[in-house]
């Protein structure tokens, strides 16, 4: 009753294996698991444990690199043409800038030096020093005493005026007299008006009526 149990099971083992044995086929004992074959389990354990911890590695960068990459922008449009009439318009002409000027430096001229035993320029003459001022004319009725007294005495016998100064003249005591002329010593007829004569006496001139 065994033996035609254990044909049963190495039929059915041989069917799994693609082999249908006989009713008389001897059966062959399985070999007893060796002692190395459970290293060799555990080693391949280890070797695929450790590949898939590469592969969750390696999966680990690349979603990382993934996250720091550009964004990749989207193509540009095709470009719109604008109709016809706003084509037409004229372009906006911008005037170029100015050309910006080098600046220039001038070296300073040194001042040329007069050769030796030569005189040097001679500065230009001083202005003429100003005219000092006339003395305001003083009517004769204002003058001091003292310089009345000192005044010759004079008798005027007519007057003759003019535009023309050339034309103008006086009759003092019988002398008939132009601007300019003296009337007695120290004493000089500066002008003849309408209807007085302008006298200078040293440091003064004073206004007698005709």
């Known amino acids: 009753m065994s033996y035609i149990l254990d044909a049963l099971r190495r039929a059915d083992a041989e069917r799994e294996r693609g082999a249908v044995p006989g009713l008389h086929s001897q059966a062959t004992p399985s070999a007893p698991a060796t002692p190395a074959a459970a290293p060799r389990s555990r080693m391949l354990w280890v070797v695929l444990g450790l590949l898939a911890a590469l592969l969750l590695v390696a999966l680990f960068i690349g979603l990382l690199r993934g996250r720091g990459e550009p964004a990749v922008l989207p193509a540009p449009s095709p470009p719109v043409h604008a109709p016809a009439a706003a084509t037409a318009a004229a372009p906006l002409i911008v005037p170029p800038p100015p050309p910006v000027m080098p600046h220039t430096v001038v070296p300073a001229v040194p001042p040329t030096m007069a050769p030796a035993g030569t005189a040097p320029p001679k500065a230009p003459p001083a202005a003429a020093a100003a005219k000092p001022a006339e003395p305001?004319?003083?009517?004769?009725?204002?003058?001091?005493?003292?310089?009345?007294?000192?005044?010759?005495?004079?008798?005027?016998?007519?007057?003759?005026?003019?535009e023309n100064a050339a034309n103008r003249m006086l009759l003092v005591g019988g002398l008939l007299l132009h601007e300019g002329d003296t009337v007695a010593p120290g004493l000089v007829l500066e002008q003849i008006r309408p209807k007085t004569a302008v006298l200078r006496w040293k440091d003064w001139r004073y206004e007698m009526p005709l």
């Open 136 to 162: 305001r004319i003083t009517p004769y009725a204002q003058l001091p005493a003292d310089v009345k007294r000192e005044l010759p005495k004079l008798t005027f016998g007519g007057a003759i005026y003019s």
